[in-house]
């Protein structure tokens, strides 16, 4: 394999392309699109989203301390590039793009009804990087959607709702499926040979 060096940057690829709802009246209700987040802790259950200060949401966000990540979809793929590329400061991205605010149960921000994942996030802490702040909150509330788990097991399966991938200034669907946690250390059943 013949590698280079290329200049140092954000190179972590794919990630998810989530839309991001905050507001806590209808009148302040917006969507922003973000790449730059992820789970950091299990238990309690903590994620991150990072925004730059200059984004409508960003002010938002840090009043109400709140916010909503929605899972995206190959069908959400387009609302998902148009939010991450107007901002609420001149459109209401809800109308513009068809999309509806639900109710959380526990925080000050409406859902993606059309998401099949809404995951409601209070903030505990904004850490100043550089370009962007990094909003670290701890999740406190799972909404999913019902045909997503399976009736007989209680299983939970996102692949059905076909997840948007973000990889370095593309979006992609997911390939198939090529194996499950822990399937590579599994004890192979052993082959019972006859004497
Ligand atoms: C795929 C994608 C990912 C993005 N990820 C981020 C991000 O992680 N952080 C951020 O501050 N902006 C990100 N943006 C840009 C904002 O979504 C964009 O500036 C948006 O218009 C801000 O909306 P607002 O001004 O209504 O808050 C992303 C845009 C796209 C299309």
Redesign the pocket.
Known sequence: MSKVEFKPGTMIYPLP?VLVSCGSTPEEY????????GTICSDPPMCY????PE????EIIKKNMEFVINLTTDNLARQ??W???????KFD?WKEMNLTPGKARLVNAPTVVESPVNIECKVKEIIHLGT?DMFIAEVVNVIVEESLIDKKTGKFDLSGAKPLV?NHGEYFNLGGKIGKFGWSVEKKPKIKTKK
């Open positions: 392309a917006n969507l922003i699109t973000i790449a730059w987040t989203i990072s925004v730059r984004r409508h949401s960003y998902t590039d939010c991450g590329c107007r901002s609420g400061k991205k962007h973000y």
